[in-house]
Structures are given as structure tokens and as C-alpha cells.
């Protein structure tokens, strides 16, 4: 792994970002993580327009959700190798199962350090953000995400089932 960076989605990023979405499809044993990488990006500016339409307080159109930021994670070669979800703060239902950053690496580019690089950019970002204190949450049986999140400092507060039977482990980092 070479040089990486977190960048904000952009239209620039097209064709990378719809190759890191086809990895997700063509593997097809998960779902694509986090969450806002699920929509289908093939009317990309609409895409990109979906990722910044909650990204402050005064865009919020449903109580459910709070304030969220993505950026994307690009390799030296300009490849799209995972992407961020970091919410500017948690309600109830995050506090329990869902956390401040959502994080996935694309399935071919796994097991070389940039899910490491990835969190430790995206704590920058919130620290730079004002947050203190974070939250991150990962299924009992990611033992990959574990690692990550504990080598950024994260210490396991307790594991919590889910509605739908899932247990999450909850990690929190101080900045």
C-alpha cells in the first residue's frame, strides 16, 4: 500500500468510484458497507448529490437520522478503495448499534493496511469536527474490523444484540 487519502465525493471520481461499487457486486457475499455506498451510483450525479444532501443540520428532512459526512478513500493510483460515513453525532439508535464511523474497504483490495489508514484519516476528521469521543461498532465475527479499530486505540465498552439478533461489539476511541 502506498500513499492514500480521503478525499469528498466528486464527479471526478466516476469511473473509479463505479469500479469500487462493481467490486462489492461481484463478490456478493456481504453487504456493501457503509451504508450510503448501498445506493446504485449509475446516475452519478444524482449519487453524489445524495451523499452531501445530509451533511449539515439544516438539511435534515427526517428525524432519524443526524448529520453525516462521506469521503472516500483513494490509492496512489487513483482507485476508489473504500469509503467513510461519519455521523456529526449519535442518537439513540446509533448510540446502540451503529456508531460515529461506518467503514468499508472493496472486497479485492482487503488485507493491505487501508482500512488502518482509512479509520486513522477519518479520526481526523472528526477530531477536526469537534468530536471527542468516538464511537465505532462491528459484528461480533469481524474479526478484521476489530483489529482495526482496536490498533486506533479503541477499547471495547460492551456487545449488544440487535432487534434482529446480530451481536455488534462497541468500541470507543478518545481523540
Same mark, same amino acid.
Given at each position: 500500500?502506498?500513499? &492514500?487519502?480521503?478525499?469528498?465525493?466528486?464527479?471526478?471520481?466516476?469511473?473509479?468510484?463505479?469500479?469500487?461499487?462493481?467490486?462489492?457486486?461481484?463478490?456478493? %457475499?456481504?453487504?456493501? &458497507?457503509?451504508?450510503?455506498?448501498?445506493?446504485?451510483?449509475?446516475?452519478?450525479?444524482?449519487?453524489?448529490?445524495?451523499?452531501?444532501?445530509?451533511?449539515?443540520?439544516?438539511?435534515?428532512?427526517? *428525524?432519524?437520522? %443526524?448529520?453525516?459526512?462521506?469521503?472516500?478513500?483513494?490509492?496512489?493510483?487513483?482507485?476508489?478503495?473504500?469509503?467513510?460515513?461519519?455521523?456529526?453525532?449519535?442518537?439513540?439508535?446509533?448510540?446502540?448499534?451503529?456508531?460515529?464511523?461506518?467503514?468499508?474497504?472493496?472486497?479485492?483490495?482487503?488485507?493491505?493496511?487501508?482500512?488502518?489508514?482509512?479509520?486513522?484519516?477519518?479520526?481526523?476528521?472528526?477530531?477536526?469536527?469537534?468530536?471527542?469521543?468516538?464511537?465505532?461498532?462491528?459484528?461480533? *465475527?469481524?474479526?478484521?474490523?476489530?483489529?482495526?479499530?482496536?490498533?486506533?486505540?479503541?477499547?471495547?465498552?460492551?456487545?449488544?444484540?440487535?432487534?434482529?439478533?446480530?451481536?455488534?461489539?462497541?468500541?470507543?476511541? *478518545?481523540?
Amino acid at each position: 500500500m502506498g500513499e &492514500v487519502r480521503l478525499v469528498k465525493p466528486s464527479l471526478e471520481y466516476r469511473e473509479a468510484y463505479l469500479e469500487f461499487y462493481e467490486d462489492w457486486l461481484t463478490e456478493g %457475499v456481504e453487504a456493501i &458497507v457503509p451504508w450510503v455506498a448501498e445506493n446504485d451510483p449509475h446516475d452519478f450525479e444524482a449519487y453524489v448529490a445524495f451523499l452531501y444532501a445530509a451533511d449539515s443540520e439544516e438539511k435534515l428532512t427526517n *428525524d432519524d437520522f %443526524v448529520p453525516h459526512s462521506t469521503y472516500w478513500l483513494i490509492n496512489e493510483e487513483d482507485e476508489v478503495v473504500g469509503a467513510v460515513n461519519i455521523r456529526h453525532r449519535l442518537n439513540q439508535k446509533l448510540l446502540e448499534s451503529g456508531g460515529h464511523i461506518g467503514y468499508g474497504i472493496r472486497p479485492s483490495r482487503r488485507g493491505r493496511g487501508y482500512a488502518t489508514a482509512q479509520l486513522a484519516e477519518a479520526l481526523k476528521v472528526t477530531k477536526a469536527m469537534g468530536i471527542e469521543r468516538v464511537l465505532l461498532v462491528c459484528d461480533q *465475527d469481524n474479526e478484521a474490523s476489530e483489529r482495526t479499530i482496536r490498533r486506533a486505540g479503541g477499547v471495547q465498552d460492551s456487545q449488544r444484540t440487535t432487534d434482529n439478533g446480530e451481536v455488534l461489539k462497541r468500541f470507543w476511541i *478518545d481523540l
